[in-house]
């Protein structure tokens, strides 16, 4: 078994790509028919301009490319919460969504009653690592968290995972409390960097890879600064489960912006449970032996897509046939 090929883009990249290691997986999918074959495959992605989009983007090129469905699309979308629903409700084939968006359904299935899609929501694997980036202008005067007591922060669009995120680190910050609260406002990406460029907002807080190339984009137009957020994560962990960690956004990923910690969340690729094996194992096939046709081109600080790194999915459910996939892979 060959050792595993590290890809690295633009020196921070460093993505684990394992070579030669599909011949059990192949051996599994050989016998799948054309009538196997699913008309299509959809995976819903996230908002314009967006590495969720981006990455569902490749996704389903691939998936569609190596036969796996007749079709596949990516789907724009609000993100991580309105993805899960899509999955849940058959909209989706495929999402991909922060992880601690997804495990409130796996909470959610302990106590909810039989017959219920609770319990339903299963991954394919972790693909990569997000970014909380917590962004002001550059001229704004503001330098921590703790400076945006009672400023109008955007939060993420409605049904994003990034406003289950951002409100959990504005509480863990103690901005939700009264006389120091925040105003928290849900507008998506785009629109939000538009507010802070006309000073509508003081802050937003949106949860991508590094760089988002709109963002990449508004430090050239206006100047952003990122604050600190790698202080608030014990609390965060503390108030609301160990999903979250210490990650790095480097220096000249945003302009002159210098290097800053921030918090960082696993991103799950996620499907039902009753997905069928032959798809799954094909497409965890993808995810191992054709990493490198998704990386999305922005990407310079993403890790992923080793079996190392797959596997760790932050206590959500891997489906069985994945499971099975990844056995095989191991040995």
């Given amino acids: 078994m060959p050792d595993p090929a590290a890809v690295s883009r633009r020196n921070a990249l460093k993505t684990a790509v394992t070579l030669g290691l599909g011949g059990a997986l192949l051996a599994a999918t050989a016998g799948c028919t054309t009538e196997d074959r699913p008309q299509e495959i959809t995976v819903a992605g996230g908002e314009s301009g967006g590495f ?3 990455f ?5 090129h691939l998936l569609q490319r190596e036969g796996v469905a007749e079709r ?3 789907q724009t979308t609000g993100g991580s919460l309105e993805n899960i629903q899509r999955v849940l409700s058959g909209e989706a084939t495929l999402a991909i969504a922060l992880a601690d ?3 409130q359904d796996t909470a959610r299935a302990q106590t909810s009653p039989a017959g219920t899609d609770a319990g339903q929501l299963v991954a394919l694997g972790k693909v990569y690592q997000n970014y909380v980036h917590c962004i002001v202008r550059e001229d704004s005067g503001i330098r921590t968290f703790a400076d945006l007591a009672g400023k109008t922060a955007a939060v993420g669009e409605v049904g994003s995972g990034t406003t289950l ?6 509480a863990a910050a103690g901005l939700s409390d009264p006389g120091r609260a925040m105003q928290q406002v849900n507008l998506g990406l785009n629109h939000a960097l538009a507010s802070l460029k006309d000073r509508s907002i003081d802050v937003m807080i949106q949860s991508g890879g590094v760089p988002t190339a709109p ?3 508004a430090a050239q137009d206006f100047g952003v600064r990122l604050l600190d957020l790698s202080e608030l994560i014990p609390a965060t962990r503390g108030n609301s489960g160990f999903f979250y960690d210490r990650v790095l956004i480097p220096a000249g990923s945003y302009g002159t912006a210098p290097a800053v910690w921030t918090v960082g969340v696993a991103n799950l690729l996620l499907c039902r449970k009753d997905l ?3 798809v799954v194992r094909q497409t965890v096939e993808l995810l191992v032996e054709q990493a490198q046709d998704l990386v999305p081109k922005s990407s310079t600080g993403v890790q992923f897509l080793s079996p190392e790194t797959l596997i760790n999915t932050a206590g959500v459910p891997l489906h069985p046939a994945a499971q099975a996939a990844y056995r095989a892979l191991h040995g």
């Fill in 52 to 54: 969720y989009l981006e």
């Fill in 56 to 60: 569902a983007t490749l996704l389903a």
């Fill in 72 to 74: 596949a699309v990516a």
């Fill in 101 to 103: 968006a997804a495990a």
């Fill in 165 to 170: 995120t951002a409100g959990r680190i504005i």
């Fill in 215 to 217: 963002i990449a984009a």
């Fill in 276 to 278: 069928a094996d032959h």
